[in-house]
Nanobody, 125 residues
Framework: QVQLVESGGGLVQTGGSLRLSCAAS????????TGWFRQAPGKEREFVAA????????RYSESVKGRFTISRVDAKNTVYLQMNSLKPGDTGVYYC??????????????????WGQGTQVTVST
């Protein structure tokens, strides 16, 4: 099993920044990639960014490309999501997830087996 704990969410004004953290523990060696997803009220959970360990391949959704950066620190078993130039449309609960899927970088919720509890991000106007 893999346990994931997100932190770093909060309330920020439009144009502000936040850095989310995802601390992983357990059988992380069995995983291949980490993703960030978000869910706004009344909407489905959507892909934000993903990173694959081995090839360091990274992918972002079009809505966050150029504003968000996903990264990791192996020694701390932690993955980060730096969010800049935040907009009200970025509001939602942000989830960290890990996947054991090989091949193409996973970007759908079904491809991820382990999930954190989520952290709330609210961007005010």
């Amino acid at each position: 099993q893999v346990q994931l704990v997100e932190s770093g969410g909060g309330l920020v004004q439009t144009g502000g920044s936040l850095r989310l953290s995802c601390a992983a523990s357990g059988r992380t060696f069995s995983t291949q990639a980490t993703g960030w997803f978000r869910q706004a009220p009344g909407k489905e959970r959507e892909f934000v960014a993903a990173l694959r360990w081995s090839s360091i391949s990274i992918r972002y959704s079009e809505s966050v490309k150029g504003r968000f950066t996903i990264s990791r620190v192996d020694a701390k078993n932690t993955v980060y999501l730096q969010m800049n130039s935040l907009k009200p449309g970025d509001t939602g609960v942000y989830y960290c997830a890990m996947s054991s899927a090989r091949g193409a970088l996973p970007i759908t919720t079904n491809e991820y087996q382990y999930w954190g509890q989520g952290t709330q991000v609210t961007v005010s106007t």
